[in-house]
């Protein structure tokens, strides 16, 4: 059975990932492929409904544990019904963020470890992974100060302290280097279009597709 691909989006706060997910989309969908887009925690009415309990409130509303547990719970359901059935009928699925973001912020940030977490990934998902994951990299405070530049209710780890977003930046560097298969590291300091433009070749590159960045314009 052909399968299609599964690209994930990570990075620290304001990377611009869902601008980029959005500029990708266009791309492959110029190039005739079918693309379902979605985000984590997110992607299904039960996982959207987990979502705005973790990503409202203050900053001390869960316990570090809690929260890994409901990011895997959104994640189980997202998975099941929309992100496995998209990539069995060949469709390309991006999404903004999965399990390196549990990696990132609770094992890092929140300075769970990262050993529980590969293992509920394990348990709950078995070897599902993505075929790649790009992750955008940028300092911390510029990225904060992009985040806070926009307004929105869903700020709880924007609100952070700057240890546990260095903590996040610097658990995904560890994690492109130790998988750089299935890992891209992408400077995001650049402009939107020169971080496309990467994106663009690191995606015709390792999934061999022909594509052709577009440039802002394409944004819907
Ligand atoms: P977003 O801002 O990229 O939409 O993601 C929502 C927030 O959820 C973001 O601050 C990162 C956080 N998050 C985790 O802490 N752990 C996770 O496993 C995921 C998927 C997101």
């Not at 059975?1 to 869902?18: A, D, L, Q, V, W």
């Not at 992607?43 to 979502?51: K, L, N, V």
């Given at each position: 059975?052909?399968?299609?691909?599964?690209?994930?989006?990570?990075?620290?706060?304001?990377?611009?990932?869902?601008t980029?997910?959005?500029?990708?989309?266009?791309v492959?969908?110029?190039?005739?492929?079918?693309?379902?887009?979605?985000r984590?925690?997110g992607?299904?009415?039960?996982?959207?409904?987990?979502?705005d309990?973790?990503?409202?409130?203050?900053?001390?509303?869960?316990?570090?544990?809690?929260?890994?547990?409901?990011h895997?719970?959104?994640?189980?359901?997202?998975?099941?019904?929309?992100i496995?059935?998209a990539?069995?009928?060949g469709?390309?699925?991006?999404?903004?963020?999965?399990?390196d973001?549990?990696?990132?912020?609770?094992?890092?940030?929140?300075?769970?470890?990262?050993?529980?977490?590969?293992?509920?990934?394990?348990?709950?998902?078995?070897?599902?992974r993505?075929?790649?994951?790009?992750?955008?990299d940028l300092?911390?405070?510029?990225?904060l100060a992009?985040a806070?530049?926009?307004?929105?209710?869903e700020?709880?780890?924007?609100?952070?302290?700057?240890?546990?977003?260095?903590?996040?930046?610097?658990?995904?560097?560890?994690?492109?280097?130790?998988?750089?298969?299935?890992?891209?590291?992408?400077?995001?300091?650049g402009?939107?279009?020169?971080?496309?433009?990467?994106?663009?070749a690191?995606?015709?590159?390792?999934?061999?597709?022909?594509?052709?960045?577009?440039?802002?314009?394409?944004?819907?």
């Open positions: 059975m052909t399968t299609g691909k599964f690209i994930t989006f990570e990075g620290g706060e304001g990377g611009g990932k869902s980029q997910l959005a500029l990708l989309a266009k492959l969908e110029d190039a005739g492929i079918e693309v379902v887009t979605t984590e925690p992607g299904t009415s039960g996982a959207e409904e987990i979502r309990l973790l990503v409202r409130g203050t900053t001390d509303r869960w316990a570090p544990l809690a929260e890994v547990l409901l895997f719970a959104a994640r189980i359901d997202h998975v099941e019904k929309v496995q059935p990539l069995e009928t469709a390309w699925v991006l999404c903004d963020r999965f399990t973001s549990t990696m990132a912020y609770q094992g890092g940030g929140h300075g769970l470890g990262f050993d529980r977490i590969r293992e509920l990934h394990h348990q709950i998902l078995g070897n599902f993505p075929d790649l994951t790009l992750i955008l300092p911390v405070e510029e990225g992009r806070f530049g926009r307004a929105g209710a700020d709880r780890y924007e609100r952070m302290d700057l240890g546990f977003h260095e903590r996040i930046r610097a658990t995904f560097l560890a994690i492109g280097e130790e998988e750089p298969n299935r890992c891209a590291i992408i400077d995001a300091t402009g939107v279009d020169d971080v496309q433009r990467d994106i663009c690191e995606v015709s590159h390792r999934l061999g597709a022909d594509l052709k960045a577009t440039g802002r314009e394409t944004e819907q």
